[in-house]
């Protein structure tokens, strides 16, 4: 059960990051 809680956390904490890299790009690509 640990191992499967963990591996829900890393999933719920890979979203938001790869969202967040997408908007860093966005915001890159808007500046330059």
């Known amino acids: 059960q640990k191992e499967l809680g963990k591996s829900q956390v890393c999933k719920t904490h890979a979203i938001p ?6 908007r ?5 690509l808007h500046n330059n």
Do not use: N
């Open 17 to 22: 990051s790869y969202r967040i890299k997408d």
């Open 24 to 28: 860093v790009i966005e915001y890159q």
